[in-house]
Structures are given as C-alpha cells and as structure tokens.
C-alpha cells in the first residue's frame, strides 16, 4: 500500500512558476513509476508527465514539454513537478500517482493516487 500526499499548490500569476512535491508512504516507493496528472475544472482528468522507477525515463504531454519538468528522489520517496512559464490554461488539481507498466501516460496504468493540489494561474 502507498498513499501520496501533494503539496506546493497555489496562484500564481502567468509566466510565473511553482514546484509541486509529492510524498509517499511505504518502503516501496522506488519500484513505482511515478506520474502527473491534471484535472481542469469540467475537463476529464490528463496526464502530465511520468517518470519510470529508474528515472532514466520520462514522459511529458506535448502542452507542457520544455516548460515543466518531473524528478524524483528515492532517498526521501518524493517525486516533484517543476512548473514554469505557467499559463492560465495550467490552471487544475494536479494529482500524482503511484503505479508501472506502459503506457504511463494512461491513468489506469496507476494503482494509488494522491489527494490532489489546486494550482491557479491568473492572466
């Protein structure tokens, strides 16, 4: 069992940046993939960026690639999403995610989910 807590949410005005930290329970965390997700109000639910157990692999949806950047950090079970040039249409509830197997840019392909963490980018 792996729960996730997120944090790092907030306003920010556009062209600004934040960090998103994700911290996970559970002496397994360096064997799960690890993935972004965001959730816009009336939208459903996209993926953001994914980074393999390793990290020698990463993943980015085509809107944010070159602007935001995922990371992990086994030692301390902490995955991060760094956020910058943000724009008002980032605005969501980003969700990390827990999980293994390809494609990782598929939502079913995570097993446990964090809490989420609003982020609101103001024009």
């Known amino acids: 069992q792996v729960q996730l807590v997120e944090s790092g949410g907030g306003l920010v005005q556009a062209g600004g940046s934040l960090r998103l930290s994700c911290v996970a329970s559970g002496r397994t965390f360096s064997s799960y993939a690890m993935g972004w997700f965001r959730q816009a109000r009336g939208k459903e639910r996209e993926f953001v960026a994914a980074?393999?157990?390793?990290?020698?692999?990463?993943y980015y949806a085509d809107s944010v690639k070159g602007r935001f950047t995922i990371s992990r950090d086994n030692a301390k079970n902490t995955v991060y999403l760094q956020m910058n040039s943000l724009k008002p249409e980032d605005t969501a509830v980003y969700y990390c995610?827990?999980?293994?197997?390809?494609?990782?840019?598929?939502?079913?392909?995570?097993?446990?989910w964090g809490q989420g963490t609003q982020v609101t980018v103001s024009s």
């Open positions: 995610a827990a999980g293994g197997g390809q494609p990782l840019t598929t939502p079913g392909r995570y097993s446990y």
């Open positions: 980074r393999n157990w390793s990290g020698g692999l990463t």
